[in-house]
């Protein structure tokens, strides 16, 4: 497998730090970021919010951060988003050596029309959209593709049937399912009519019996008056 070319970050360190700081720091188009790892000592930086978007929509995994006349690869370990997960906050960076094996995440990607589709009412199901795999640090991969198209209802395609280049191996469990095919449930005309006839009427949790009498007509008012009158009678 060809070695990827690593795409260079420029860093710039970053002094003061604090939720203020950093708050002012992003309204300049920044995102701060820490290097640590190798028995260094961490480094506060910050970089271009917009370069290192980019990379991370590409899934790069394995950046070269240039900050102070250093030029340091690093692994981007973890992105740190914003409530609603479309602003990057925050980096972590950690320091590898490219001629070490590393653990990271990939991205599992589906190809093909899986034969399965075919029967009426089929649905394609992905429930692992990652995997965990342990490579050299210039041999990650963007992603890897799983090939669907033989799969067939109530069949799964696991983590073991993934195809890896040379070189890589697999940390997540072979046995996990990373995409299946099911029927959905076809639902029972009756079970959609509100009332079957000659059914009671479902009771209402929490009606006041004022609420009752008045839906059958009567008034909340006149009922309450004709209590009265009975009350009347039994004392006479």
Known sequence: MAKQSIPQLPAEPRTQLGTRTTRRLRATGKVPAVIYGHQQQPAHVQVDSLTALELVKRHTHVVELSHEGVQEPCLIKDVQWDHLGSTMIHLDFARIDLSERVKVEVQVTLTGEAIGLKEAGAFLEQPLTVVEIECL????????????????????????????????????????????????????ETTLTPAAEGAEEPEVIGRKPDEEGAEEGAEPEEKGKEKAKDKDKEKK
């Open 137 to 188: 640090a210039t041999d990650i991969p963007e992603k890897i593709v799983a090939d669907v198209s033989a799969l067939g209802v109530d069949e799964s395609f696991t983590v073991a049937q993934l195809k890896l280049p040379e070189g890589v191996k697999l940390v997540t469990d072979g046995e996990k399912v990373v995409a299946t095919i099911q029927i959905g449930q076809e639902l029972d």
